[in-house]
């Protein structure tokens, strides 16, 4: 098992920054790709970003040069650092962590972010 455990979240005005983090724990060797979902009020679970084990990333259109995800492998644990922040990115974000044979097994149990207009 993993568990998963975010922080960071928070209120901010749009234009601003936030750095999600999300520690690992347990069966850390289990763990390959991981992620950053995110959720708003009335609409589906999203990919934002994704990183691999050897930390190639990927990013949903709308976050492109806005957020960076990254991970450091000796505190097990990922970021996302969120700059240039919008109302539309106003949601629960969630960390999750594949292994190699199911694709985000594990899933933490999310932080708000809230950008203000």
């Known amino acids: 098992q993993v568990q998963l455990v975010e922080s960071g979240g928070g209120l901010v005005q749009a234009g601003g920054s936030l750095r999600l983090s999300c520690a690992a724990s347990g069966n850390i060797l289990s763990i390959d790709d991981m992620g950053w979902h995110r959720q708003a009020p009335g609409k589906q679970r999203e990919l934002v970003a994704a990183?691999?084990?050897?930390?190639?990333?990927n990013y949903r259109d709308s976050v492109k040069g806005r957020f960076t995800i990254s991970r450091d492998n000796a505190k097990n644990t990922v970021y996302l650092q969120m700059n240039s922040l919008k109302p539309e990115d106003t949601a629960v974000y969630y960390c999750?962590?594949?292994?190699?044979?199911?694709?985000?097994?594990?899933w933490g149990q999310g932080t708000q972010v809230t950008v203000s207009s």
């Open positions: 999750a962590a594949s292994t190699r044979s199911i694709k985000y097994h594990y």
């Open positions: 990183i691999t084990s050897s930390g190639n990333t």
